[in-house]
């Protein structure tokens, strides 16, 4: 089951919109997200978040307050949609703001549980959890296809069929992951700790 979260950041590109239209899955806005989708025509069902960013009343009947700030809105979202079931979570409004939002933007991908592919639409390309729980990552990539893989959690990473392999090192967030190069072959992707694919869209 899939479900599109819309966050409170940039609108997204013209082609993100008809792409989330086409999905056919339900639209939930996170907090001030909700605002900004409707003024696109979007259906929004509800409403997830502090609702810090939005006029309640406007969302009457369609709002799930998540009041814990332990966790960013996206954080709690993203949990709150897994616990329903959801196994696939898309997420889009997610880029703009200060550079703080966006790196907790990927942080919420490592507070989430197990248990659903996680990916977060931006303008040219896509950021993809990978979480232990879930097994080898495997997709291919064409040769001098450009795609990056950072650890976000904690742990060895095994990376193969790329121009730059890894067997089992002990990688940490850093600037070791960027840019390695598909070879025309399946890339398989996995870690001891939740790591972060970026590639085209």
Do not use: Y
């Not at 990688?171 to 001891?192: F, P, T, Y």
């Amino acid at each position: 089951m899939r479900g599109v979260l819309w966050c409170n950041g940039s609108i997204p590109t013209e082609s993100v919109v008809k792409w989330v239209l086409t999905t056919g899955a339900p639209v939930f806005g996170v907090d001030g997200g909700a605002d900004k989708a409707n003024d696109l025509g979007i259906e929004v069902v509800e409403v997830l978040g502090d609702m810090d960013s939005l006029d309640e009343s406007a969302w009457k009947g369609r709002t799930l307050p998540l009041k814990d700030q332990t966790f960013s809105d996206l954080a709690k979202s993203i949990e709150e949609l897994i616990h329903r079931g959801f196994n696939e979570i898309e997420i889009v409004g997610a880029d703009g703001g200060d550079p703080s939002h966006i790196l907790g933007n990927w942080g919420s991908m490592n507070d989430a549980p197990s248990g659903a592919r996680i990916r977060i639409h931006h303008e040219e390309q896509v950021s993809t959890r990978i979480h232990p729980d879930e097994g080898e990552f495997s997709a291919e990539f064409e040769d001098g296809e450009l795609f990056s893989v950072f650890s976000i959690g904690t742990g060895k990473v095994w990376i193969s069929g790329a121009r730059w392999e890894v067997d089992g090192e002990n990688l940490v967030l850093s600037s070791r992951g960027l840019h390695n190069e598909g070879a025309g072959n399946i890339v398989k992707i996995r870690g001891e700790g939740v790591l972060l694919l970026i590639s085209k869209r």
